[in-house]
């Protein structure tokens, strides 16, 4: 009789333990379904290609980021936008598509695609604050560039690694705030 009651013990325990994985799954599982599906990401993924290629001096490689990222912008889905959100990010992307236009338009003029980087660093930040980095993300700040005047840029890592004045003052900058 004792063997019976624990038999039953055991099965009931086994049970209840599989029912709560399987609900916890399913809770996972809504819960991925119902996640925005307008995260950033593909947008920050082609700034910080761009970013890379400024930072080693690669004008083509700049380039062809810029492209990446004006398509990047033109895929972004603005449908779980709110009101509100959606009319900032449009008047911000207007301006960002237009700097990554004239990068991917300047392949051999890596000044030019400089400045125009300079901007579309502090559109990409306000991207990145309007709608969440999605990860972790540095704001750092180069106080040299722009005849003193200074200029942000976003980067995935740790480590400075200067885009304006690439292999040049790779180092110069510090981290000026994370974003997630």
């Known amino acids: 009789m004792k063997t019976l009651i624990y038999s039953f013990a055991f099965s009931l325990l086994f049970i209840s333990t599989y029912s709560a994985n399987a609900a916890a799954k399913k809770v996972i599982i809504l819960a991925e379904d119902q996640a925005p599906k307008n995260s950033p990401t593909a947008i920050l993924d082609a700034y910080l290609k761009l970013k890379n290629a400024l930072s080693t001096d690669n004008a083509q490689n700049a380039a062809t980021a810029g492209n990446e990222l004006v398509k990047a912008f033109k895929d972004f889905d603005q449908s779980k936008l709110t ?43 306000d991207i990145a604050k309007l709608l969440g980095a999605g990860r972790e993300i540095y704001v750092d700040r180069c106080p040299m560039y722009n005849k003193g005047k200074g200029a942000i840029w976003l980067s995935e890592v740790k480590d400075i690694k200067n885009p304006y004045f690439g292999k040049a003052m790779s180092t110069c900058g510090s981290i000026k705030e994370t974003l997630h």
């Not at 237009?98 to 300079?118: P, T, V, W, Y």
């Open 83 to 125: 009101a509100a959100q959606r009319k900032t990010y449009t008047d911000i992307e207007s301006d960002a598509k237009e700097h990554a236009e004239h990068i991917g338009l300047n392949a051999g003029k890596i000044a030019h695609q400089r400045e125009h980087f300079d901007m579309l660093s502090k559109d990409i930040y």
